[in-house]
T-cell receptor
């Protein structure tokens, strides 16, 4: 069984469109994240939800809106897509373990290409 | 914000040999967590090893071990008996004690020569 899944894995769309990426985890974790990996492979946190509450919101354009309907799901909606949004988007989840921190498990990534 | 630096963009190792990847970080905190993640060409991010800052003993997971030097803020990864399947990009990551997010280094691409 896949622990953290994302759909779709590949997404090609045109500038100006609106698209969503879905993420689901079956690990029973209470915290979920979205990371962006750019063309140079640099990974950066975008958002994090803990028990459906937004706890991290890095400097991300407000065209990006995360939504967490429940603890197992965290979706990312992107409005008015731009060329610079092309990247790989990773979903991750974690559960705090005392003295082990927030060990995060990642989904397979969604490669978004904006043309 | 914490900064994680991986100074080696690329490393190459002969199969069955050992390679060491370097990572340094900048923090004013005394309690935190450090991780190494592997990203093969499939792009899946895989947790390789974890170190808690309060532990002096270096973490080990099979052929992977770390050299954690807290005073020097250094966290290197050693891959012993390298295998072709170890070829990947390796990311060092930092998480503070009360913070959820991971701060990643720029990554090191490891090539394994047969």
């Amino acid at each position: 069984d896949t622990a953290v899944s994302q759909t779709p894995k590949y997404l090609v769309t045109q500038m100006g469109n609106d698209k969503s990426i879905k993420c689901e985890q079956n690990l029973g974790h209470d915290t979920m994240y979205w990371y962006k990996q750019d063309s140079k492979k640099f990974l950066k946190i975008m958002f994090s939800y803990n028990n459906k509450e937004l706890i991290i919101n890095e400097t991300v354009p407000n065209r990006f809106s995360p939504k967490s309907p429940d603890k197992a799901h965290l979706n990312l909606h992107i409005n008015s897509l731009e060329l610079g949004d092309s990247a790989v988007y990773f979903c991750a989840s974690s559960q705090e373990v005392v003295r082990r921190g927030y060990e995060q498990y990642f989904g397979p990534g969604t490669r978004l290409t904006v043309t | 914000a914490q900064t994680v630096t991986q100074s080696q963009p690329e490393m190459s190792v002969q199969e069955a040999e050992t390679v060491t990847l370097s990572c340094t970080y900048d923090t004013s905190e005394s309690d935190y967590y450090l991780f190494w993640y592997k990203q093969p060409p499939s792009r899946q991010m895989i947790l390789v090893i974890r170190q808690e800052a309060y532990k002096q003993q270096n973490a080990t997971e099979n052929r992977f071990s770390v050299n954690f030097q807290k005073a020097a803020k250094s966290f290197s990864l050693k891959i012993s008996d390298s295998q072709l399947g170890d070829a990947a990009m390796y990311f060092c990551a930092y998480s503070s004690f009360n913070d959820y997010k991971l701060s990643f280094g720029a990554g090191t691409t490891v090539t394994v020569r047969a």
